[in-house]
């Protein structure tokens, strides 16, 4: 997996006190997926229907995930999976950024 980098150009501007949202551009599967927000306090990665069906995933390669979602303090998470239109195509948590 290559690396991210940032030069000084990229901080040109930059408040370093803001605390805006980190949106990247990411290739994946050949193809640039823009607007993935990074979500350091999210335990999963959510990859929106939209954006699998646009990467051309088979339906087939999805496996169900039976485990429950645990949150901060070991807490049982409930979700529900939706087709939903939201601002961002995926949201990148803490498994893809430890993994870097």
């Known amino acids: 997996m290559p690396a991210i ?4 150009k990229d ?4 408040d370093p006190v803001q605390d805006d949202p ?18 350091q306090g999210n335990s999963a990665n959510i990859l929106y229907w939209n954006t699998f069906k ?9 496996t ?10 070991d807490i049982q998470v409930k979700y529900i ?5 939201t601002s961002y195509n995926i949201l990148l948590g803490r ?3 430890n993994a870097l």
């Open 22 to 39: 980190m949106v990247i551009s990411v290739e994946i599967r050949n193809c640039i997926v823009k607007k993935i927000l990074i979500d």
């Open 5 to 8: 980098t940032f030069t000084d």
């Open 64 to 73: 169900p995930y039976s485990e429950p979602l645990v949150g901060f303090a």
């Open 54 to 62: 646009q990467l051309g995933i088979p339906e087939e390669e999805l």
């Open 81 to 85: 999976v939706v087709q939903a239109s």
């Open 11 to 14: 901080f040109q501007g930059i």
């Open 95 to 97: 498994p893809s950024l």
